[in-house]
């Protein structure tokens, strides 16, 4: 019992000092003086921790100790306001957090306390990013991060995820989600864009919407460069490393559901990935980044709900189309439906053959049907650019189109 009380003392010693020390820092950056400091913070943990010990023993102790502390607290902030011209509540709010840490601690809730002071603590060293976030968004922009909830996390889940209409051709929550997908990438894109410049903000939202489609990358980057014209290598970069990534989600996709048909895919995969990289490399170092973003290209609502809705329905029209030519041709229209697919995803395609591989096609006609779906989107999207993005974006981007699906195909070819 002894050694759990000296360890619990421990580490609410240490998630006090730690909170303590990062207050203490900040005020020394900031050259003014705060409410609390290690020290204090320390005492602050202790007190919650021995409040809570004190209550088994005495009634309403940790009630009593509670208000008390609060009236300090206020005291404090009250004083602070009257003496200087900073109304901030950040130090006195972390305080009452130190002290129900210290409080969670003597009830064995230790990993919950510390995880939360980890927390915490990042929260606190967020200030300055925090500020300049809060210089660059605008009541807009607020609206639609609002409006993108709405379409996530109310209107999605409500919709069936099944064929539905007089053909059972129509799947509504694929189709919204496809607009979800369309939407989100754009807002995050000119968010990336508007806080952390062109070069970060690009190739960011390139690498992480290139884990969800890079089709989807690939529309928002080439309108919002049709609007800006500028900036053209750091677009193509974006758009190239989205479709770089596809390479590598493809192969991760097929490993997991049938991993000797990835070891089919692995080697012309990787060389398509590798020379995707290379490419992105070269764009990136070609061109100089500009962190001012204040053009009216990026006033416009960063949703773009309209074009993500008319894409959806594009999306779900194609996806209808694959489900009756499957249950018309059965296993020979594999490479009809991998054509089809191809024109909007590819992930689709490559969860489903990579299944049937085992147990109704052969591993040569997955592989096939994969290989078709890729190229075909890589067309797509090269379309895309040049149609969204116009014909200098287009032409930049046309060699990684070029190098990628020719490396893809000439090593599947050499590999027969």
Do not use: C
Not at 84 to 104: C, K, N, P, Q, W
Not at 193 to 209: A, D, E
Not at 213 to 238: C, E, M, W
Not at 355 to 377: C, W
């Amino acid at each position: 019992m002894e050694i759990t009380i000296i360890k619990q003392l421990g580490i609410a010693l240490f998630v006090g000092l730690m909170i303590g020390l990062q207050r203490e820092m900040y005020y020394h950056r900031e050259g003014r003086s705060g409410f609390a400091g290690a020290r204090t913070f320390t005492l602050i943990a202790l007190f919650g921790y021995i409040s809570a010990w004190m209550q088994a023993s005495v009634p309403f102790f940790l009630h009593v100790s509670l208000f008390l502390f609060g009236l300090l607290v206020i005291i404090a902030y009250v004083y602070k306001t009257m003496k200087t011209d900073y109304h901030g509540a950040t130090t006195e709010i972390a305080s009452f957090v130190t002290y129900v840490l210290g409080m969670m601690i003597y009830f064995s809730l230790e990993s919950y306390a510390v995880l939360i002071a980890v927390v915490m603590l990042f929260l606190l060293e967020l200030k300055g990013a925090l500020a300049k976030v809060e210089k660059q968004i605008t009541q807009p922009d607020i609206t639609s991060a609002t409006l993108f909830l709405v379409m996530t996390f109310v209107v999605l889940p409500l919709l069936p995820d099944e064929m539905i209409g007089p053909f059972g051709v129509f799947n509504p929550y694929k189709t919204w989600l496809m607009v979800v997908l369309i939407a989100g990438i754009s807002f995050v894109g000119y968010i990336a864009i508007k806080i952390l410049g062109n070069k970060k903000g690009i190739y960011l939202t390139g690498i992480f919407g290139g884990l969800i489609s890079s089709t989807a990358v690939s529309i928002t980057l080439s309108k919002l460069y049709i609007l800006r014209q500028s900036r053209l290598k750091n677009f193509a970069g974006g758009i190239a490393v989205a479709s770089t990534i596809m390479y590598v989600r493809v192969l991760a996709e097929a490993a997991i559901f049938n991993p000797s048909l990835a070891r089919m895919l692995a080697l012309p995969y990787l060389l398509a990935a590798i020379i995707g990289f290379a490419f992105v490399g070269y764009l990136y170092n070609r061109q100089e980044p500009v962190h001012k973003v204040g053009d009216s290209a990026l006033k416009a609502n960063p949703l773009e709900l309209s074009e993500a809705l008319k894409l959806g329905l594009l999306f779900g029209i194609i996806f209808g189309s694959i489900g009756i030519l499957q249950e018309w041709f059965g296993d020979s229209g594999v490479y009809i439906i991998s054509f089809l697919s191809g024109l909007t995803d590819v992930d689709a395609i490559t969860l489903s053959l990579s299944q049937l591989a085992t147990v109704k096609i052969t591993q040569q006609a997955a592989m096939n049907g994969i290989v078709i779906a890729t190229s075909v989107n890589a067309t797509v999207k090269m379309g895309i650019v040049f149609v969204l993005g116009g014909r200098r974006l287009g032409f930049v981007i046309l060699p990684f189109y070029l190098l990628t699906v020719g490396v893809l195909l000439v090593s599947l070819a050499l590999l027969r």
